[in-house]
């Protein structure tokens, strides 16, 4: 993610006036903004409530182009493991059920409403009679075909299938006979039951809260037999609002077209999308995309750090007091650590991983580096955000500054002032700078600390992601955004369930191969409890096993602004980076 913090003290102060100055601006949008955040019943679909009465109605067509750091890795929704691939897939591709926008709340799809037995084991969906895939020559005469109760059993058992195992990872502990076929022993999931071609039951091994969550993302998307036939994993076909249009020959640009045959609508009875087209463009310089903001070239700019936006803003002060700026502030549900290699020398000594954490000045880091724009990761890898009111963040102590604690455990490691301590390489995603202003910092107080050089190295994501999956990373920048609102998608990523026999084999999302029983059991434990209190505490007992083992050092959690031209309409923001361009139009 990226969060740039170039700035001093002085700079803050200016910026806190500035703020000031312009605060009547700012927050008249910004209340606007967060308005939107109430339950669907509440609000039209098409409900702007920064529109005047007079011009309310949404229009058809238009284009929204959104600026992304750089090009997605995959199309495939199996195998998405960094957000530009979530967010476009998230267009094109559709499921069972989805994120309503404004709160995270799990809403309908394809499935027009859905049932869970007594016991929370049992699902039974039921499915809308107007929803297709796109049209494509996979089809018979080009035409998308109906998408039915069949289309979900194959993918279910596409998604379970040996070729994808990140996928069936997250399945395999939750549907009943999903691990049976997996590894050859059935020849259909035992758990999926059809009663006809809009009805159908998923049977679970054991309740499992975040199930519905897990089927609300990507990973639950419908995926078409011809289609896979036809394209294999480089499928571009889906069942959502926007199909794939075209890719420029250098990649800098992506075009989804509005999908005609969209099966919903909007509260007036019209067809949904109401945009022509979303234009990604891929630009991975944070100054040319605040250009190509400024220029109307892009309508988009998100996750921009507060740092930037400071800057930004001292620069546009006479568009932003003009209001044709919106801007949103958002605290994310993400979290930025190091994570270390914890089955490879030097960091499978937990020593070292504590030194290590012991030995990061995260307060000075927030204060002259990150200019307090953020919060100190004082605490594990779930974020402290309002959507986990009943979590004990309490219990969790993470690892204050203490050198001298540093010094100990290193020399208890074996490399005393840091004598024959071998060369650590931390790798970075190329064009963040904030990244690269960070990892110079932690570069600097290992060396004053623990008297130890580390080398840094900038990656793009899809080599940065091989490697640390690959285990072939010492140690590299983990910024992680949760896939679904829930603690227990930041503690999956340690699950050992997730981490392959053969070493040589890649482990996602578990990249630091650390493996706790205790801390499995636990969390295990916490996944099938259907009591949220009770799952949370569960949850956090099993955080505390994973932060006293030290498998990454946590830096900061993240607040970001999402900057948009005010022509923009119904596009809603939130704490996991989720866009539904469904509802967006552009006003003229």
């Known amino acids: 993610m990226n969060y740039n913090s170039l700035n001093n003290k002085k700079n803050s102060s200016i910026f806190s006036s500035i703020l000031k100055l312009f605060s009547f601006v700012l927050s008249f949008f910004i209340v606007f903004l967060f308005t939107q955040c109430e339950p669907p019943e509440n609000k039209k679909l098409d409900s702007d409530p920064a529109l005047k009465k007079e011009n309310s109605s949404p229009i058809m067509g238009g284009v929204i182009r959104v600026a992304e750091n750089e090009c997605y890795k995959t199309l495939f929704p199996f195998e998405i493991e960094e957000a530009v691939s979530f967010k476009v897939i998230s267009q094109i591709h559709d499921g069972l059920v989805s994120l309503n926008p404004k709160n995270l709340s799990v809403i309908p799809s394809i499935a027009k409403k859905w049932e869970v037995n007594d016991e929370q084991n049992i699902y039974t969906f039921h499915l809308v009679n107007n929803a297709y895939f796109h049209d494509d020559k996979c089809f018979i005469d080009g035409n998308g075909k109906k998408i039915t109760s069949k289309d979900f059993q194959y993918t279910f058992e596409l998604l379970c299938g040996n070729f ?4 069936y990872n997250a399945f395999k502990e939750k549907i009943k006979g999903a691990k049976e076929f997996h590894l050859g022993l059935s020849d259909s999931i035992s758990g999926f039951k059809i009663i006809n071609d809009s009805l159908f039951t998923i049977e679970l091994i054991e309740p499992a809260a975040s199930f519905i969550h897990l089927i609300a993302s990507p990973l639950g998307s419908v995926i078409s037999k011809e289609a896979f036939d036809e394209y294999g994993k480089n499928l571009k076909v889906g069942a959502g609002p926007f199909k794939y249009g075209s890719l420029n020959a250098d990649s800098s640009e992506l075009k989804l077209i509005r999908n005609p045959n969209y099966y919903q609508k909007d509260s007036d009875g019209r067809s949904l999308p109401y945009l022509a087209e979303i234009s990604f463009t891929f630009e991975s310089n944070e100054k040319t995309r605040q250009d190509l903001f400024k220029t109307r070239q892009v309508d988009l700019l998100q996750g921009v750090s507060e740092i930037y936006f400071e800057k ?27 994570e270390f290699n914890n089955m490879s020398e030097p960091f499978n000594d937990v020593r070292v991983r504590k030194a290590f954490n012991y ?12 200019d307090n724009q953020g919060i100190i990761g004082s605490k594990g890898v779930v974020p402290n955000v309002k959507l986990f009111n009943n979590y004990n963040f309490d219990s969790i102590s993470g690892y204050p500054f203490n050198p001298s604690k540093a010094v100990q455990l290193l020399s208890e490691a074996g490399y005393p002032n840091g004598e024959g301590f071998p060369e650590v390489v931390l790798e970075l995603n190329i064009g963040h700078p904030t990244q690269l202003e960070v990892a110079k910092e932690v570069q600097n107080q290992l060396m004053m600390t623990l008297n130890i050089n580390i080398t840094i190295e900038q990656l793009n994501m899809s080599t940065l992601i091989d490697r640390a999956a690959l285990g072939l990373s010492q140690m590299n920048h983990f910024a992680w955004v949760s896939e679904y609102p829930s603690p ?13 026999e053969d070493p040589n084999e890649r482990s996602w999302p578990n990249t630091s191969r650390y493996k706790n029983k205790t801390f499995d059991n636990l969390f ?11 799952r949370y505490a569960l949850f956090a007992k099993a955080e505390k096993i994973l932060i006293n083992d030290a498998p990454i050092a946590v830096l900061w959690y993240p607040e970001i602004y999402n900057i948009y031209h005010s022509s923009v309409k119904n596009l809603s923001f939130n704490e996991l980076y989720y866009y539904d361009f469904t509802p967006v139009y552009i006003s003229k």
């Open 488 to 500: 227990a998608d930041f503690l999956n990523v340690f699950y050992s369930v997730n981490m392959p």
């Open 524 to 534: 295990k434990k916490a996944i099938s409890t259907t009591d949220e209190i009770e």
């Open 359 to 370: 030995a990061i000045n995260k307060k000075k880091l927030m204060e002259n580096t990150l």
């Open 164 to 167: 994808s195992t990140s996928a």
């Open 312 to 338: 930004f803003l001292n620069e546009n002060l006479k568009i932003f007091e003009s209001r044709e700026f919106i801007v949103d502030r958002k605290d994310v549900l993400a979290t930025n650590c190091y």
